[in-house]
């Protein structure tokens, strides 16, 4: 199974993060950068299996990217062979 990581180490916000998302997995032009959008080309655009793995996010980030998180779980659950993750960024004391 193919493994894409995207890190959230340089990324602000939801443009930044569609903006990795196009660079890593070679979305088609006419992607829309929306939850929409985000489905659809999971349920039909990518070569499964996949699993999508969201690296280094920050406990701040997760209000922000929570209905992405929501839009990938449920694809998780819906279309065979796309599963995915995430990991908070692990600071040491």
């Known amino acids: 199974m193919k493994t894409i990581y995207i890190d959230f180490t340089?990324?602000?916000?939801?443009?930044?993060?569609?903006?990795?998302?196009?660079?890593?997995?070679?979305?088609p032009e006419?992607?829309?950068?929306?939850?929409?959008?985000?489905?659809?080309?999971?349920?039909?655009?990518?070569?499964?299996p996949?699993?999508?793995?969201?690296?280094?996010?920050?406990v701040d980030q997760l209000e922000d990217f929570e209905e992405v998180l929501i839009t990938l779980e449920e694809a998780e659950d819906e279309v065979e062979g796309f599963s995915f993750s995430y990991y908070l960024e692990q600071y040491e004391d």
Do not use: C, P, T
């Open 10 to 27: 340089d990324i602000g916000d939801v443009e930044d993060f569609y903006l990795q998302l196009k660079e890593k997995i070679q979305l």
């Open 50 to 58: 996949l699993h999508l793995e969201f690296v280094n996010m920050r």
């Open 30 to 48: 006419h992607f829309g950068n929306n939850l929409d959008a985000l489905y659809d080309v999971i349920s039909g655009h990518l070569e499964l």
